[in-house]
Nanobody
C-alpha cells in the first residue's frame, strides 16, 4: 500500500501564489508517475498536471498552463505544485495521485492511489 499526504493549501487573493506538496510513503519502490487533480463543488474531478518518474516533460491542463509548475523529488518521494497567478476559478480541493508505471496519463481511473485532498480557496 501507498499513502499520500498533501499539504500547503489555504486561502489566497487572486493573483497570489500557493505551493502544494504531496509526500508518498509505504510501498513506493516501483517506478511511478504523479499527478495533481482538483474538484470544485458540484463539478467532476479534473486533471491539473502530471509528471513521470524521470521528471521529464510534464503535462498540464490548458487552464493552468503557464501558471502552475509540477516538480518532484524522488529522494523524498514528494511531488510539488507551484501555483502562481491564481484565479478564483482555481478554487477547489486539490488531490495528488500516484500511478504505478512510466506512462503519463490525465485520466483519473488510471491512478492507483490518492491523497485525502487539500483545500485551495482564491478570493476575488
Amino acid at each position: 500500500q501507498v499513502q499520500l499526504v498533501e499539504s500547503g493549501g489555504g486561502l489566497v487573493q487572486a493573483g497570489g501564489s500557493l505551493s502544494l506538496s504531496c509526500a508518498a510513503s509505504g510501498r513506493t519502490r516501483s517506478t511511478y508517475g504523479m499527478g495533481w487533480f482538483r474538484q470544485a463543488p458540484g463539478l467532476e474531478r479534473e486533471f491539473v498536471a502530471a509528471i513521470t518518474w524521470s521528471g521529464g516533460i510534464p503535462y498540464y491542463a490548458d487552464s493552468v498552463k503557464g501558471r502552475f509548475t509540477i516538480s518532484r523529488d524522488n529522494a523524498k518521494n514528494t511531488v510539488y505544485l507551484q501555483m502562481n497567478s491564481l484565479k478564483p476559478e482555481d478554487t477547489a480541493v486539490y488531490y495528488c495521485a500516484l500511478r504505478i508505471g512510466t506512462v503519463l496519463t490525465t485520466t483519473n481511473a488510471h491512478y492507483d492511489y490518492w491523497g485525502q485532498g487539500t483545500q485551495v480557496t482564491v478570493s476575488s
